[in-house]
């Protein structure tokens, strides 16, 4: 079956402008995640969705930052005035309710100039 | 804050070679899983350990669970290119979310 997509692959922005990420997770998976990972680093957590509960968005690191889910589907990682610092690899996860596993995207490689 | 510590944090071995990658908490972890990265790509999981003292063994490559739960290390035996990656240990503390560790980015060359 088909794995996490996300899209685009690659995206290039002017400091300033809005960006909005997409994730597909798997088919039937509850949980959703967003991570963010900078160059040659580990993953650091920014918000997670879990069937219809409120999503916990405590790693967010600014209100620049948000993101929706549309029930237990597509999700929408969106960035408003985005910085240098916002530039990394945006990797979207989803996973089994009640298991731990997460299955990756090949995320989104975002450049802000 | 970063809860769970990977050493080395880079690492380049000739192929053949033995190689051990730690990852070190104060934290007691319910499971600890250890994904492996490649470039491009989004991480995949190797292998999850839920018992302390647990070993695993997937072929070349050896997890343990230390007795406390605290940490865990990844033996690889030797080393081949298609090893080359990034290692991340990533632990879980009985939520859905997991607490990823800091890296370790080895290098196989031939």
């Known amino acids: 079956g088909a794995g996490v997509s996300q899209s685009p692959s690659n995206k290039v922005t002017e400091k300033g402008k809005d960006v909005e990420l997409r994730c597909d997770p798997i088919?039937?998976?509850?949980?959703l995640y967003w991570y963010r990972q900078r160059l040659g680093q580990g993953l650091e957590f920014l918000i997670y969705?879990?069937?219809?509960?409120?999503?916990?968005k405590s790693g967010l690191p600014s209100d620049r930052f948000s993101a929706e889910r549309t029930g237990e589907s597509v999700s929408t990682l969106t960035i408003q005035r985005t910085q240098q610092e916002d530039s990394a690899v945006y990797l979207c996860?989803?996973?089994?309710?009640?298991?731990?596993?997460?299955?990756f995207g090949p995320g989104t490689r975002l450049t802000v100039l | 804050t970063q809860l769970l510590e990977q050493s080395p944090q880079f690492l380049s071995i000739q192929e053949g070679e033995n190689l051990t990658v730690y990852c070190n908490s104060s934290?007691?972890?319910?499971?600890l899983q250890w994904y492996r990265q490649e470039p491009g790509e989004g991480p995949v999981l190797l292998v999850t350990?839920?018992?302390?003292?647990e070993v695993k063994k997937l072929k070349r490559l050896t997890f343990q669970f230390g007795d406390a739960r605290k940490d865990s290390s990844l033996h690889i035996t030797a080393a081949q290119p298609g090893d080359t990656g990034l290692y991340l240990c990533?632990?879980?503390?009985?939520?859905?979310?997991?607490?990823f560790g800091t890296g370790t980015r080895l290098q196989v060359f031939p």
């Open positions: 934290s007691v972890f319910s499971s």
């Open positions: 350990v839920v018992t302390g003292g």
């Open positions: 088919s039937g998976h509850t949980a």
């Open positions: 969705f879990q069937g219809n509960s409120a999503p916990d």
């Open positions: 996860a989803s996973s089994l309710y009640g298991t731990v596993t997460q299955y």
């Open positions: 990533a632990g879980e503390k009985n939520t859905d979310k997991l607490i």
